[in-house]
């Protein structure tokens, strides 16, 4: 079982950047190809960035190209992703998924563990 736990999130403002953190409870993260979701009052859960299990391989949903950069230190077994200029509609719970399967995820049902999310809020 992989526990994942987010941080980072909170309320700023149009512009502003702000870092979320996913770490994993286990030693073999590097072993899991990692998304970030999101989801907004009334709207379903979508994909926002993917990362592979080396870190070589991104997508990013076309709302957060050139915006939002994911990265990773499997030394840490953390998932980071990096948002700049941030709008305010980026508010949403942004939630880690992990999955141990080959490829890039891009359906929330493709994924096995999920943390607990956290809130951003960007405020106009």
């Known amino acids: 079982q992989v526990q994942l736990v987010e941080s980072g999130g909170g309320l700023v403002q149009a512009g502003d950047s702000l870092r979320l953190s996913c770490t994993a409870s286990?030693?073999?993260?590097?072993?899991?190809?990692t998304g970030w979701f999101r989801q907004a009052p009334g709207n379903e859960r979508e994909i926002v960035s993917h990362i592979s299990r080396s870190g070589g391989t991104t997508y990013y949903a076309d709302s957060v190209k050139g915006r939002f950069t994911i990265s990773r230190d499997n030394a840490k077994n953390t998932v980071y992703l990096q948002m700049n200029s941030l709008k305010p509609e980026d508010t949403a719970v942004y939630y880690c998924?992990?999955?141990?399967?080959?490829?890039?995820?891009?359906?929330?049902?493709?994924?096995?563990?999920w943390g607990q999310g956290t809130q951003v809020t960007v405020s106009s």
């Open positions: 286990v030693r073999t993260f590097i072993l899991f190809n």
């Open positions: 998924a992990a999955r141990p399967e080959y490829g890039v995820g891009l359906r929330d049902g493709e994924y096995t563990f």
